[in-house]
């Protein structure tokens, strides 16, 4: 079996095929207001309240390591050397934890489709950490009390190492049920072929592009960049900005500006002059530059998107503690720099630069090439201007959804 550490641009082509599928089921969960329906999988969801203090320390001070990990994770989404995984056999070694890796989880919406029934009933899902994007189905298994509560006094690395942007964030206040595995984002991507400099939201609405912008048909994407565009904050937005930024968002594609709202495929038609600015992710992008397409990417001055793939605890979990252990593990700023090497996502562990830069000194060829263009690339440490600017997806309860959906769905799809 061909050993794609060896092979950065093997490497990233792979892990690009992660994204592409995980942002396939990000649009299609968002594209289906029935898909917003808890009863989809035959179970009623019920809201439980926010959890007491002295309730989690009494659950946590119960638990024990019992010296094993079932873990699930997205493909191609942690370091790999053949048929090994370097950290977590170093997680292994210093703490006697063996873990059960399983590459499970295709898609948000169809892995928590299994899970959520198991959860509802009580019962064991076979794991004992996973891996969720913040967006609806990470919210509704925090609103209905399907993920255990952390104990932050047991993640001394994260409080120690974490970017700032990755901790409290609004859809999970306090990091109460997680924290982030990876972090990307979404900003402006633009031809230099055909346009020349990008710095604003408005670029996107500018006349003399007209029929060669593209635009995401995922509509929490795309309502994000409607209201960048007003100055308005999705963390704290309601209905009367949504509908502000819905006709914002109109006028654009009635003006004959938006070539296509595209899934995935932006990213060929960028390369190919089809559109010449496009919304874009950073992974994409990262992974194109790599290849050696001459593509730009900004975080406008009006802000760009920040989503995070997080590690979290479901409630039926046999093994918490050591669960627990391994999401703190991965915050050691060694540990990180294995990680972020590998995957070429943002790390959240900004003390990471360094560590790659000094592996560049070390290696030679094109592995030293690599390793620098990771270190340098803004795509995967974000500048502090840029993620000063970054903000979530507006957090949304089923019935916020409906409205959301009822706004943004026409502007994509009429």
């Not at 979530?392 to 089923?398: E, G, I, N, R």
Request: net charge negative.
């Amino acid at each position: 079996m061909h050993d794609s550490r060896t092979n950065p641009a093997f490497l990233r082509g792979m892990t690009q095929s992660r994204s592409v599928t995980r942002r396939d089921a990000f649009r299609m969960a968002g594209l289906s207001a029935a898909g917003l329906a808890l009863a989809a999988c035959g179970v009623q969801g019920k809201k439980v309240a926010a959890p007491q203090k002295d309730a989690v320390a009494e659950y946590w001070a119960a638990q024990k390591k019992n010296g094993t990990l079932r873990f699930a994770n997205w493909p191609l989404y942690i370091d790999k050397d053949g048929k090994k995984y370097p950290s977590l056999d170093l997680f292994t070694k210093d703490t006697g934890i063996q873990v059960a890796y399983q590459e499970a989880i295709q898609d948000n919406s169809t892995f928590f489709g299994k899970v959520q029934p198991l959860l509802a009933a009580n019962n064991d899902i076979g794991y004992d950490l996973m891996v969720l994007t913040n967006g609806l189905q990470l919210s509704k298994a925090i609103e209905l009390g399907y993920l255990v509560p952390l104990d932050h006094s047991k993640l001394p690395n994260f409080a120690a190492n974490a970017a700032p942007k990755v901790k409290n964030p609004t859809w999970d206040p306090n990091n109460t049920h997680t924290i982030p595995w990876t972090v990307g984002l979404t900003g402006i991507a633009y031809n230099p072929k055909y346009v020349d400099e990008v710095t604003s939201m408005e670029d996107l609405w500018n006349p003399k592009y007209k029929g060669k912008v593209g635009m995401m048909l995922d509509t929490q994407e795309v309502a994000n960049f409607g209201m960048f565009a007003l100055g308005i904050d999705p963390d704290t937005s309601g209905e009367a900005d949504w509908r502000k930024a819905g006709e914002k968002l109109k006028q654009q594609r009635d003006a004959g500006l938006v070539r296509k709202y595209y899934e995935n495929d932006y990213v060929d038609a960028l390369a190919r002059g089809d559109v010449w600015i496009t919304m874009a992710w950073s992974g994409d992008i990262f992974q194109q530059v790599a290849e050696g397409k001459d593509l730009k990417f900004v975080v406008p001055q009006e802000g760009g998107t920040i989503w995070t793939d997080n590690m979290c605890i479901p409630k039926t979990a046999q093994n918490p503690l050591d669960a627990l252990t391994l999401m703190d593990y991965v915050y050691q700023p060694k540990i990180a720099t294995m990680l972020v090497e590998y995957i070429n996502y943002i790390t959240p562990v900004p003390a990471t630069k360094d560590l790659v830069l000094a592996d560049a000194e070390k290696a030679t060829g094109d592995d030293k090439a690599s390793l620098e263009q990771i270190a340098n690339s803004p795509l995967i440490y974000p500048s502090e201007a840029d993620q000063a600017k970054l903000r979530s997806y507006k957090a949304l309860t089923s019935a916020e959804e409906k409205i959301f959906e009822s706004i943004f769905q026409p502007v994509t799809q009429g």
